[in-house]
């Protein structure tokens, strides 16, 4: 990475050999008449004298640091190499390359949620990209006191605020706490905005952010499952009347077919009950506007669902 083993060096340059490092400070070297500079693409070269920019180098290329460098330096151009007077000098190579990095939550997040008073816990994963937008941050926030600076090193600072912003942003007014992946590009913007916002003080930009995924506990899928199902299905007795259809042109018996549309029904009523319960609406599975009768078979405690019949016993309800 850059590292040089005489005292003297003849060549100053990056060479990136570890990813994801956004600065590299090359200091504490000599630099003697003849060296050169060596800029690749994707870097800008800064050199620093006892702590102050003397000069940012952005165009790629092989330059001699005597004829082509230090005549362009603020304090430094009328610097003259000689036999015992070296350059001594820090040069600040920068990435300007664009980073893509991974992140997600380190431990799920309770979100505020109906019908769960102790919150709702949830896990997020997704994407962001990262570069440093201004040098002159970047060499009196960071440089100073680091030799390199990593994306891991955004990360760890980011994942450190995450938590809030993503309370925050899913808090927001109307959002639908059990489908939040259909509004996440609106919370990944909101976060995008303020992560950029704390990152420039540093003088990096978060220049996109995505969520790809939220992760619910498996009771939440598996109550999202049920509603999915409901919602298909519609009316329950259409549904049963399909059940039956399907169970007579396989041949099925009578007791096969009633048995299966009593688990059917069963399952769906348990689904609405959880629905219910989570949106705050009370307890117990829906009932049909017009039904009178009894809620369970008085015979054998079948859910009715508003039947004439019990699928179960066959015993008459109304």
Same mark, same amino acid.
């Given at each position: ?18 990813? $994801? ?33 003397? $000069? ?27 036999? /015992? ?24 997040? /309770? ?17 962001? /990209? ?59 913007? $909101? ?75 069963? $399952? ?21 506007? /017009? ?28």
């Amino acid at each position: 990475m850059g590292f040089f083993s005489n005292q003297f060096s003849n060549v100053v340059e990056w060479n990136e050999t570890r990813e $994801g490092v956004l600065f590299y400070k090359w200091q504490n070297q000599e630099i003697k008449k003849g060296s050169k500079l060596i800029i690749r693409p994707g870097q800008d070269a800064i050199f620093l004298y006892n702590g102050v920019v003397e $000069g940012i180098f952005e165009d790629e290329g092989n330059y001699d640091i005597e004829s082509q460098i230090i005549p362009f330096l603020t304090t430094l151009k009328s610097f003259k190499f000689g036999f /015992n007077t070296p350059l001594r000098a820090e040069v600040l190579f920068i990435n300007t390359k664009e980073m893509l990095v991974k992140w997600g939550t380190k431990n799920a997040i /309770n979100l505020p949620a109906p019908g769960l008073p102790g919150g709702m816990p949830i896990r997020a994963f997704g994407t962001f /990209n990262c570069k440093i937008v201004e040098h002159d941050v970047v060499i009196d926030k960071l440089a100073g006191i680091r030799q390199m600076y990593t994306v891991e090193d955004v990360k760890e600072r980011i994942i450190a605020s995450l938590d809030q912003l993503l309370m925050s942003w899913i808090s927001k007014e109307g959002r639908d706490m059990f489908n939040l992946q259909a509004d996440a590009r609106n919370i990944a913007k $909101g976060i995008e905005s303020d992560l950029d916002m704390d990152m420039r003080k540093i003088g990096i930009g978060i220049t996109d952010f995505t969520i790809e995924s939220f992760s619910y506990p498996e009771e939440i899928k598996r109550m999202q499952e049920k509603a999915a199902a409901q919602s298909m299905v519609g009316d329950m007795n259409r549904y049963t009347q399909m059940a039956a259809a399907d169970g007579m042109s396989k041949g099925r018996t009578g007791s096969g077919i009633a048995s299966d549309m009593v688990g059917l029904q069963m $399952g769906m009523a348990l689904g609405q009950q959880m629905v219910n319960q989570m949106n705050g609406s009370g307890t117990g599975a829906t009932q049909p506007a /017009n039904s009178a009768g009894p809620k369970f078979c008085p015979n054998c405690g079948t859910p009715t669902n508003g039947m004439k019949f019990c699928g179960n016993c066959g015993n008459q309800l109304f």
